[in-house]
């Protein structure tokens, strides 16, 4: 073996030593090793042994095993418009070795249905309908050998043919018809309205029934899903029970919805959650989550809530249950191996602060995105070849065949349950109308439009197959059929009725308003917390166990912590941000913080984890305060902004008791979450009236590090604020950023939380707290001048760290005639206070706005035509950086000098 000529030689150890067993003792080993060896001494040349002699023949068929393994479902049978399958060659018997006379003869089967002596044509048959009937299964590309096996211990026995009991045969037509009727009904009744129709793919529905009918025998509690629009209506009305009734209402004309404050959504965006009562009579709670239209932003969002879900069943224990909660996510064939949010909430799934013990991903395969046919749409041979990236097992089924898509999707639950892992099934099917209802697909999909519309539906094959079968008779298939309709035309004229009597104002809807949250207040809350708690986090945050071997650079830094903490002076901002986190942490509050190495901090601030130097032991000091204090969790996230931002804000929707915070590296890169913010977090109690009290960290500052380091782009959240819906801080001191991180969990609203934190000022000598500022006072959204008395000529009004720079200009050019105001919350902008101060400062005569950034940036067009409307008829001046391209300049020199003007300017306007 010593001449081994792979290029990649990495495992030539292990090859070297499986070489030298199957010399001594060839049948220890499992057939892929025996065939690999025999197949090299082939190739070498060598002379067979005598053992090789007689298993040549063996290995030929070990061979032609595991090529129908890797390859067969290359020539399955998966596409309902194409039943013409081409033959693979190099599933060719001569491939092999092999030739039709060998067709009767024995041979041993090694791993395959046990071991067994069988014919080349048994073995061939066999594997034909294992591996080439209507689902096509791909494992071959999973390294670990017990899942390989496992796989193949469920499929090959049973030829991967599903045997089902008469009722369940039953349950499944049923379904499908439901799905059926159910768009026919909406066609019909509500002719030309979108509604992104399932036919072609009704046997989701049966998919997910039994799905969810399986939940508990396998300890499932709980379901998430995601999906687009594609037969959203159909999953909302025949998977979460949401009612004929309210879902026909809202296909009215003129319907506006009692139960919702804020703006609403389209009917098929919506969530809906229910409770699922088995036949078995157990329960299992579903959920869908609400999603906007962006394709597969949903994704990272029902895995962060199924992670919340998870904690929930588990009651915060110390191991997590993740069987317990099931995420699936539904999606389209364009879409799934389209959007690049797809491949960063795939590798979140066994990150250990992210993973949710596995995603069933079910893709609607209707061979068609909008207009746009597969080789328009990938350069992969199967949409979901990204699912390659986690060795998940895929399986491709023909949507046609609803008893062959119910096999494989309990097969692959249970694979799920197994290991803990994700697993897919790409549905093949098709696209019965238009991208919607409206839409003409013909004008660019003549030919298949043809062929779809000369399709029968999968109802009609699938009872033709079940009468056939003995199963049911026709009379029986229709009465299922006639039920169904009977049911939605009498939901349909009740329907009518009321939304007559409603125009007539006789209509009452017995359905409960959703309370909406209370007004944002400016109230000071109470957040303050006595010294003896602060003391008793100060000193786990500073004092690591002697065992602990820390780095002695850390050592001294948490010494000098402790020592400004006994002092009473200098809290810095990280001391200041842990303390927050502590405090909370013992009053009963978790805090989870996620982000880009969060753990210690980009800037080295947080050391919020510790390793120890000798034996990389970590050590959390924010998890030792106290016996009975909840948990801190600080994950290093992937290097994702939209799968992360998203996961985050789905686990705050669902476990709104903890304080989530998500942290970008630097604020400017969470714009690659701009779908995440825009659709989700800044628009969600509008759209879905679904709240979250997410905190977004995002590095902020104008230091000279160039375009891309300087600016979170804080006029992109400035643009979104309305209606309270989010809150926008740029707070300039530990103790400020202390109240505000604990005020997110004390106020009565929860809504999200945008705070611009700083660089250069975590270790700005004069950006420090006193003890007393975190026992007494409160978060502060307008921050007066306690230093310049109210004959002030001069109103300078900024936010975040220009204020630094400001006061020391000032000290430097003893400048006593100006008040610097520092609006630490942008929104909502707590404008009573400021009338205050401006009345406060009565004589003033120039009032300036002062920011680093662009003029088209910042918050200068936002507080402009606020401050304006305060000042009646006196200008506010705009002083700050011109309107520019580029959030900054590359140029050191250059930011100096542009940052030494704005400053001085700032006390001539
Ligand atoms: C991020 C994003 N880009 C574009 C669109 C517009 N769009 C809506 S549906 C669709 C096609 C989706 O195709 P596929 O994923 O195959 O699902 P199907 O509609 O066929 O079920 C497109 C391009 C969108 N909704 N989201």
Not at 142 to 157: A, C, G, N, V, Y
Not at 285 to 296: D, G, K, M, R
């Amino acid at each position: 073996m010593k001449n081994l000529t792979f290029a990649n030689r990495w495992n030539a150890d292990i090859v070297d030593q499986q070489y030298e067993i199957w010399l001594k003792s060839p049948e220890t080993l499992d057939g892929e090793w025996r065939a690999f060896f025999e197949g090299f001494e082939l190739a070498q040349g060598a002379k067979p042994s005598s053992s090789l002699q007689t298993e040549k023949g063996e290995a030929s068929i070990i061979s032609l095993i595991n090529a129908y393994r890797s390859i067969g479902h290359t020539q399955a049978d998966i596409n309902p418009l194409d039943s013409h399958v081409v033959r693979n060659p190099s599933l060719g018997l001569e491939q092999f070795g092999l030739k039709d006379s060998d067709l009767n003869k024995k041979f041993f089967t090694d791993d395959y249905l046990g071991g067994k002596m069988l014919t080349v044509k048994e073995i061939v048959e066999g594997l034909e309908e294992t591996y080439c009937g209507s689902i096509g299964c791909e494992y071959m590309h999973i390294q670990d050998m017990t899942k390989r096996h496992w796989l193949q211990s469920h499929i090959e026995p049973t030829f991967n043919q599903p045997r089902f009991s008469k009722e369940k045969c039953i349950r499944i037509l049923r379904k499908i018809n439901h799905a059926e009727i159910f768009e026919r009904f909406l066609h019909t009744r509500y002719v030309g309205q979108k509604r992104f129709s399932l036919e072609g793919a009704e046997t989701l529905i049966a998919a997910l029934d039994a799905i969810i009918e399986k939940s508990p025998a396998v300890g499932i509690k709980s379901v998430i899903m995601g999906m687009a629009h594609r037969g959203r209506l159909n999953v909302l009305a025949n998977t979460l029970g949401k009612s004929y009734n309210f879902i026909f209402k809202e296909f009215t004309e003129n319907y506006i919805p009692e139960s919702i404050y804020g703006d609403g959504d389209v009917k098929y965006h919506l969530g809906y959650e229910n409770v699922h009562k088995c036949e078995s009579g157990e329960s299992v709670v579903i959920t869908l989550a609400a999603n906007p239209s962006h394709l597969e932003a949903v994704d990272p969002v029902v895995e962060g809530k199924a992670r919340a879900r998870q904690r929930i069943y588990s009651q915060n224990a110390a191991v997590i249950d993740r069987s317990k909660v099931l995420p699936i996510l539904i999606h389209g064939d364009a879409a799934i191996i389209g959007q690049g949010v797809v491949a960063e909430t795939l590798n979140l799934s066994k990150l250990e602060g992210y993973s949710t013990g596995g995603t069933l991903h079910f893709v609607i395969n209707n061979q068609i995105g909008f207009t746009s046919l597969p080789r328009h749409a990938r350069s992969s041979m199967y949409c979901t070849d990204i699912g390659k990236m986690l060795e998940s097992p895929i399986f491709h089924v023909n949507g046609d065949d609803p008893m062959a898509v119910i096999m494989i999707t309990e097969l692959a639950l249970k694979y799920r349950q197994e290991f803990g892992e994700d697993v897919f099934i790409d549905m093949y099917c098709y696209r019965k109308h238009g991208h919607n209802e409206a839409d003409e697909p013909a004008y660019t999909q003549p030919i298949l439009y043809k062929t779809i519309a000369e399709h029968k539906p999968i109802s009609v094959y699938f009872t033709e197959r079940l009468i056939k079968e003995g199963v049911l008779s026709s009379q029986n298939a229709e009465a299922i059929k006639t039920e169904f309709e009977t049911l939605l035309d009498e939901t349909f004229k009740t329907v009518k009725k009321e939304v007559e009597a409603a125009k007539e104002g006789s209509y009452k809807s017995s359905r409960p308003i959703l309370a909406p949250q209370p007004s944002y207040s400016f109230k000071p809350v109470k957040t303050a917390v006595d010294l003896k708690a602060l003391e008793k986090v100060a000193k786990a945050l500073t004092h690591i166990p002697t065992s602990f071997n820390a780095n002695p650079k850390i050592i001294r830094q948490l010494a000098t912590k402790w020592d400004a903490f006994v002092s009473g002076q200098d809290i810095d901002w990280g001391l200041g941000e842990a303390l927050a986190y502590g405090t909370l942490l013992l009053e009963g509050t978790p805090v989870r913080l996620s982000g880009q190495d969060s753990e210690r901090g980009t800037f080295s601030h947080r050391h919020a984890v510790l390793y120890d130097t000798e034996t990389l032991e970590r050590y959390t000091p924010l998890n030792h305060i106290s016996k009975d204090q909840s948990q801190f969790c600080v994950h290093n996230s992937s290097l994702s902004e939209a799968a992360v931002l998203g996961f985050d804000f789905g686990y705050s929707i669902d476990y709104p008791q903890m304080l989530c915070l998500w942290e970008a590296q630097f604020g400017d890169f969470a714009n690659g979450a701009q779908a995440i913010f825009d659709q989700f977090i800044s628009s969600s109690e509008s759209k879905w009236q679904r709240v979250s009290g997410l905190v977004m960290l995002l590095p902020h500052g104008y230091e000279g590090q160039g375009p891309e380091h300087s600016s979170a782009r804080l006029e992109r959240y400035l643009q979104n604020c309305a209606e309270e819906n989010i809150q926008v801080c740029n707070v300039t001191t530990p103790a400020q950023f202390f109240h505000l991180l604990r005020r997110q969990k004390k106020q009565k609203v929860i809504k999200p939380l945008v705070v611009m934190t700083p660089k250069s000022l975590l270790r700005h000598k004069h950006c420090v707290s006193a003890v007393k500022d975190f026992t007494s006072g409160h978060f502060e959204a307008i921050l007066d001048d306690v230093n310049v008395n109210k004959k002030a000529e001069r109103i300078i009004f900024c936010s975040g760290k220009v204020y630094y720079d400001l006061i020391a200009y000032r000290e430097e050019n003893k400048i006593k005639d100006t008040a610097i105001i520092r609006v630490e919350q942008l929104y909502p902008l707590d404008k009573e206070t400021l009338a205050a101060l401006i009345k406060k400062y009565g004589s003033a005569k120039s009032f300036v706005w002062c920011q680093e950034e662009p003029k088209n940036m910042g918050a200068w067009s936002y507080i402009a035509p606020e401050l304006g409307e305060l000042l009646g008829n006196q200008r506010i001046n705009y002083v700050g950086r011109k309107a520019s391209a580029s959030p900054a300049t590359g140029v050191l020199t250059v930011h100096k000098k542009e940052q030494a003007a704005i400053v001085e300017e700032s006390f001539k306007k």
